[in-house]
């Protein structure tokens, strides 16, 4: 079932709002989600004909089991977006939280469970930080590798240039 981004905001929204205080009315859908009221009545309504949700006129708005089951992976993949873009990619809360909202909706399947895998191995990394994390945030904070990463790998010859991406990326050659 194809939801659209807007109808995936609604349901993750509705569960949200539910596990805080149970009783989701569409002033609460509204408020939260910084819209007018006709609008969430409009959303609810296709979310119900969908069997997502049950609501009745001025009433609250339920999730179904199916409605739960799939606002459940909604909100799993938006958090895990979250993680990985504030705690390993160093953005600003507020920026992972936007830019989360925005990727969760076109992100494959496979792209996701890539990123659930490469942050379930870095919790069970047996060293605290893991070198590959202090060493990004060291290229973060300076443009440069730090001197562990050349005792490993010993090429000194290409630091800094992203010589192995295209030049798209990093501003050599052609078009950039």
């Known amino acids: ?3 659209g981004a807007s109808g995936e905001d609604y349901l993750r929204a509705t569960l949200i709002l539910s596990l805080r205080g149970g009783l989701v009315r569409i002033t609460d859908l509204a408020d939260y989600l910084s819209v007018k009221p006709p609008s969430v009545v409009s959303a609810v309504k296709r979310l119900a ?12 708005v339920e999730l179904t089991s199916q409605g739960r089951q799939m606002a459940e992976e909604l909100y799993r993949r938006h958090e895990t977006l979250i993680t990985f873009l504030s705690r390993f990619l160093g953005l600003e809360e507020s920026v992972a939280e936007n830019d989360a909202c925005h990727m969760e909706h076109v992100l494959s399947p496979e792209a996701l469970n890539r990123i659930v895998k490469f942050l379930r ?15 990004f945030g060291y290229y973060m904070a300076t443009n440069s590798l730090p001197d562990f990463c ?17 030049s798209q990326v990093t501003g050599q050659g052609g078009v950039s």
């Open 1 to 3: 079932m194809q939801l």
């Open 49 to 60: 004909r969908e069997g997502l949700v049950r609501h009745e006129p001025y009433g609250r």
């Open 121 to 135: 191995f870095l919790e069970v990394c047996p060293a605290d930080e893991p070198r590959c994390l202090d060493a």
């Open 150 to 166: 050349f005792q490993v790998c010993g090429n000194r010859g290409d630091e800094g240039t992203g010589s192995h991406l295209p």
